[in-house]
């Protein structure tokens, strides 16, 4: 089946310092990936969605310039989290649209802490 | 606007028992996807079934099954004879389709205890 991972699965910085989450499709190229917050116990919240070589569209409420995404390939997306706070701990998960079957594939997430 | 909603935070089962895990949807697109995926304690989102608005038999997957009563907008999940390993959170989704951007909208979310 379709791989997709995300690196790093842990990651902890400092407060005001920004940090960079890869996803990346390994088996299959994705026309268009995905990111999501989790909090504990929650849903999860689509933050946008991007399109290999064109810019990301955010969902409502979300800082586009606080999460930069690029989507320079097919098989990579990258979040960062500039200037991150507290607050922006939590569970960051991406997923790829497959270009061929249009099927979703999850990563495994990064879990973020913002100390 | 399309809307997933899970009404049940958590639920418990006793091993080898069914379960049913409720979800209903709101859409006005005739056509639409329907997913329900695991997310265990890891935090990995595990695919389990899938049902597209227009196939005319519910979907099974093992011991997954969905039970579609689309006139109704629901989309539960069965899990037959549960097993320690099924205690997670479980997702409904719906794929936008609006766009054509594939993206999905998740409900609330119920998380499963089987006891032993």
């Known amino acids: 089946g379709a791989v997709v991972s995300q690196h790093p699965s842990r990651v902890i910085c400092k407060s005001g310092t920004s940090v960079k989450i890869e996803c990346r499709s390994l088996?299959?190229?994705?026309?268009?990936m995905f990111w999501y917050r989790q909090f504990p116990k929650q849903s999860l919240m689509l933050m946008a969605t991007?399109?290999?070589?064109?810019?990301?569209?955010?969902e409502q409420g979300v800082e586009k310039d606080k999460f930069l995404i690029n989507h320079a390939s097919l098989t990579l997306s990258t979040l960062t989290v500039t200037s991150a706070h507290p607050e922006d701990s939590s569970f960051y998960i991406c997923?790829?649209?497959?270009?061929?079957?249009?099927?979703?594939?999850f990563g495994p997430g990064t879990r973020l802490t913002v100390t | 606007a399309q809307k997933i909603t899970q009404t049940q935070p958590g639920m418990f089962v006793q091993e080898k028992e069914a379960v049913t895990l409720d979800c209903t949807y709101d859409t006005s697109d005739p056509s639409y996807g329907l997913f329900w995926y695991k997310q265990p304690s890891s935090g990995e989102m595990i695919f389990l079934i899938y049902q597209g608005s227009y196939d005319q038999q519910n979907a099974t997957e093992g011991r997954y099954s969905l039970n579609f009563q689309k006139a109704r907008k629901s989309a539960n999940l069965v899990i037959s004879a549960s097993q320690l390993g099924d205690s997670a959170m479980y997702f409904c989704?719906?794929?936008?389709?609006?766009?054509?951007?594939?993206?999905?909208?998740f409900g609330q979310g119920t998380t499963l205890q089987v006891k032993p």
């Open positions: 991007s399109n290999e070589g064109s810019k990301a569209t955010y």
């Open positions: 989704a719906m794929r936008d389709q609006a766009g054509n951007t594939g993206k999905l909208i």
């Open positions: 088996d299959f190229q994705a026309t268009t």
């Open positions: 997923s790829a649209r497959s270009l061929l079957s249009y099927e979703q594939y």
